[in-house]
C-alpha cells in the first residue's frame, strides 16, 4: 500500500490483482480506468510521491464499500487543489458529497 504508484517496478497485473483481492477480502479485483489514468498522470507529471495507501491510513474510510474507488476520487481532488498535494482527514469531509454514494449501507 505505500508503494509508489511509478519509477517502484508496481503493475496493474495478475500478481497486484490477487494481492488486493487478498487484502479486501474479495474472490476477484480489478483495477478501474481511473486508477489507471491516476497512474499515467503521475508518470507524466513525474510525481512520485503518489502511494496506493494514502487514503486507507484514515480510518473513517472503512465507511465505504469501494475503498479504492474513493481513494481513487479523493485522490484526484487533491490533486486538482492548490493545496498541498497530501490527503488528510479533511479531505475526506470536504468531498464527503461526491463520495457518499459509495457509502456501506
Known sequence: MDTKLINSGFCFNKVA???FADYFGV???SFSKKMAVIRRKAEVEHDEQTTVRDSFK???TKQFNQRLKVASLLWKKVHMASDDKVYC???LRRYSKEV???KKS
Do not use: C, I, V
Open 27 to 29: 474472490e476477484k479485483f
Open 58 to 60: 484514515d480510518p473513517a
Open 17 to 19: 490483482r490477487q494481492w
Open 89 to 91: 482527514h479533511n479531505t
Open 100 to 102: 457518499r454514494a459509495y
